[in-house]
């Protein structure tokens, strides 16, 4: 376990509020303004990292400030790069506003933007029936994994931010990812889905106030062969 450099937005104190206009406007400029790249990156040395956000229009606004900090957190020389590229999985019919209005790179950093639409992760038909919309989220952070080079990805939402100074060693260490420890009883019924549909033995925890055996979600750092 290691406290990650991640904040979602109901973790941050309200005096911080004052300044998400001014990056908004900024950052949105910086996007608006660049056009898609037509290549994937070679693969990545050992000490990188994928980042994968999950994404719609109506969370787009959101995510430029989650943009701008994972900007003003980069380390300040340009040679460690430790994050390979930045997924973004988008809905089908969004993928035209994303593919015009995304940058080939996040504004005044290198790392590469590469947006994946959500069907390709996905078996044809897949999508004839609705799906709930989180099982939907869960599940592309998952696939992705298909798609990722790096040995470990870190997942992203659009109400995230970061507010400390980033480096490889923040989420990896001596080859182990870390995580947030999460009591199981705060989604009981994720663990014992997940344990009839691996037919595993669920473990309930007789104390319930013990964060013991459990892991939080998004953000989180997550094995790419696992996954």
Do not use: C
């Not at 994968?52 to 900090?69: M, Q």
Request: aromatic share 10%; hydrophobic share 40%; charged share 15%.
């Amino acid at each position: 376990q290691f406290p990650l450099p991640l904040l979602t937005a109901d973790q941050l104190p309200s005096s911080n509020i004052f300044i998400t206009a001014r990056i908004i406007n900024y950052t949105t400029k910086s996007i608006l303004s660049s056009s898609r790249p037509t290549q994937l990156s070679p693969p990545p040395n050992p000490r990188t990292l994928t980042f994968v956000l999950t994404l719609t229009l109506n969370d787009f606004t959101r995510a430029t400030i989650l943009f701008a900090t994972i900007r003003k957190y980069l380390p300040h020389d340009p040679s460690i790069k430790f994050i390979h590229e930045l997924i973004i999985i988008v809905p089908d019919n969004e993928l035209p506003f994303f593919e015009s209005t995304l940058p080939p790179h996040l504004p005044l950093t290198n790392i590469q933007i590469r947006i994946v639409p959500e069907s390709t992760l996905f078996p044809p038909n897949t999508f004839q029936q609705p799906w709930d919309k989180y099982a939907l989220q869960m599940s592309l952070k998952l696939l992705i994994s298909q798609q990722i080079k790096t040995e470990y990805y870190v997942t992203l939402d659009a109400d995230i931010i970061l507010h400390s100074p980033l480096s490889y060693s923040n989420f990896v260490r001596d080859g182990h990812a870390f995580y947030d420890l999460e009591n199981r009883g705060v989604h009981e019924d994720w663990w014992r889905g997940s344990a009839q549909i691996l037919n595993v033995a669920y473990e309930d925890e007789s104390d319930t106030a013990s964060p013991v055996n459990g892991f939080g979600v998004t953000p989180a750092v997550l094995s790419t062969a696992g996954a």
